[in-house]
């Protein structure tokens, strides 16, 4: 059953993707314009042609412009060697994805030749490069800014191997330029609505604890600890005492919770150790990820409380948005 739901969520996704690619071009693209490295130039006004729209061309690298969208910052450059060493000796088996573009009036006369934007298909536009290939197979579509924005982050969705970093500024980005809520980011991404909201609360990180997660010093689950601190000082602090010591992630619950309240460690401490039930502790741990907020059970002979700690009103709100929407 479990294979059958996350396959249709995957087909679901999929075909979220599909229909921001529309078949057919629009009546018109998008008439802002965006900086490609020192030369400005703005989306084609004039729609692409219909025998063009739609099906794969050979295009020159070198009008290829790269996406100012793309979410997507690391690249193992191992596997991009290997896929340049596979188009080198087969070639792009799937064509990438681009929009034309062309030049404003002040551009440099005589450059008349049609440029184009990356939407998707990064990794084999670079690999191609890598390979010494003069053109790359691509599909023109005529889509405007807000499309090829959403098309890239939801693309970038869809790929494994994503950083938790990059998850949660793609999160970021569909949620604050589309006046998204999580509940409506999560629909649009096929992902859980509780993992959204946990990926974008690791924007509230300092940038250098950020840094830290995104080249893998620190975990997801980390980073999840340490977000239980108030100040960015003391997330930073944390996050070096962590590195410094290898602490695992429940180590690192321990010690931002000793942080929190340090007049309660060493008893706290001994507690756990000696009274607390393993079934607590793993429904505990069952609470914190599927809210992403701290949870501590308080039972005695099956009778208890449950305490859920959350460190802003967009914790909150979220919250009681997950418990309204569980009610229901």
């Given at each position: 059953?479990?294979?059958?739901?996350?396959?249709?969520?995957?087909?679901?996704?999929g075909?979220?993707?599909?229909?921001?690619?529309?078949?057919?071009?629009?009546?018109?693209?998008a008439?802002?314009a965006?900086?490609a490295?020192?030369?400005t130039?703005?989306?084609?006004?004039?729609?692409?042609?219909?025998?063009?729209?739609g099906?794969?061309?050979?295009?020159?690298?070198?009008?290829?412009?790269?996406?100012?969208?793309?979410?997507?910052?690391?690249?193992?450059?191992?596997?991009?060697?290997?896929?340049?060493?596979?188009?080198?000796?087969?070639?792009?088996?799937?064509?990438?994805?681009?929009?034309?573009?062309?030049p404003?009036?002040?551009?440099?006369?005589?450059?008349?030749?049609?440029?184009?934007?990356?939407?998707?298909?990064?990794?084999?536009?670079?690999?191609?490069?890598?390979?010494?290939?003069?053109?790359v197979?691509?599909?023109?579509?005529?889509?405007?800014?807000?499309?090829?924005?959403?098309?890239?982050?939801?693309?970038?969705?869809?790929?494994?191997?994503?950083?938790?970093?990059?998850?949660?500024?793609?999160?970021?980005?569909?949620?604050?330029?589309?006046?998204?809520?999580?509940?409506?980011?999560?629909?649009?991404t096929?992902?859980?609505?509780?993992?959204?909201?946990?990926?974008?609360?690791?924007?509230?990180?300092?940038?250098?604890?950020?840094?830290?997660?995104?080249?893998?010093?620190?975990?997801?689950?980390?980073?999840?600890?340490?977000?239980?601190?108030?100040?960015?000082?003391?997330?930073?602090?944390?996050?070096?005492?962590?590195?410094?010591?290898?602490?695992?992630?429940?180590?690192?619950?321990?010690?931002?919770?000793?942080?929190?309240?340090?007049?309660?460690?060493?008893?706290?401490?001994?507690?756990?150790?000696?009274?607390?039930?393993?079934?607590?502790?793993?429904?505990?741990?069952?609470?914190?990820?599927?809210?992403?907020?701290?949870?501590?059970?308080?039972?005695?002979?099956?009778?208890?409380?449950v305490?859920?700690?959350?460190s802003?009103?967009?914790?909150?709100?979220?919250?009681?948005?997950?418990?309204?929407?569980?009610?229901?």
């Amino acid at each position: 059953m479990a294979t059958a739901t996350t396959d249709n969520k995957r087909r679901a996704l999929g075909k979220g993707l599909e229909s921001l690619l529309p078949s057919r071009p629009a009546g018109s693209a998008a008439t802002s314009a965006t900086n490609a490295g020192s030369v400005t130039i703005a989306a084609a006004a004039a729609p692409v042609a219909a025998e063009v729209a739609g099906k794969p061309m050979e295009i020159p690298l070198e009008q290829i412009e790269r996406n100012p969208w793309q979410t997507r910052s690391h690249f193992d450059e191992a596997l991009l060697d290997e896929l340049a060493a596979s188009i080198k000796a087969s070639g792009v088996v799937q064509p990438i994805v681009v929009r034309l573009l062309k030049p404003v009036a002040h551009m440099e006369p005589g450059k008349n030749e049609p440029r184009y934007q990356l939407i998707t298909g990064e990794r084999r536009w670079l690999a191609s490069k890598r390979a010494g290939k003069a053109t790359v197979p691509s599909i023109v579509r005529a889509i405007n800014d807000e499309q090829v924005l959403e098309m890239t982050i939801v693309e970038n969705l869809q790929r494994a191997d994503l950083n938790p970093m990059e998850q949660a500024r793609a999160f970021h980005r569909l949620a604050n330029e589309f006046k998204m809520t999580q509940e409506q980011v999560a629909l649009r991404t096929g992902k859980e609505r509780a993992s959204v909201a946990n990926f974008m609360r690791l924007m509230r990180l300092p940038e250098s604890v950020q840094a830290k997660v995104e080249a893998g010093e620190l975990t997801f689950g980390h980073a999840r600890a340490l977000l239980a601190l108030d100040h960015a000082e003391a997330i930073v602090s944390a996050a070096q005492k962590v590195q410094a010591l290898s602490l695992s992630v429940r180590q690192t619950e321990s010690y931002v919770n000793g942080l929190i309240n340090p007049e309660s460690r060493v008893r706290a401490a001994k507690v756990e150790e000696q009274t607390e039930d393993p079934n607590v502790r793993e429904a505990e741990d069952r609470l914190r990820r599927s809210l992403g907020l701290k949870v501590k059970i308080e039972d005695k002979k099956g009778k208890g409380r449950v305490i859920i700690e959350y460190s802003g009103l967009e914790d909150f709100d979220a919250l009681l948005e997950m418990l309204g929407s569980k009610a229901e």
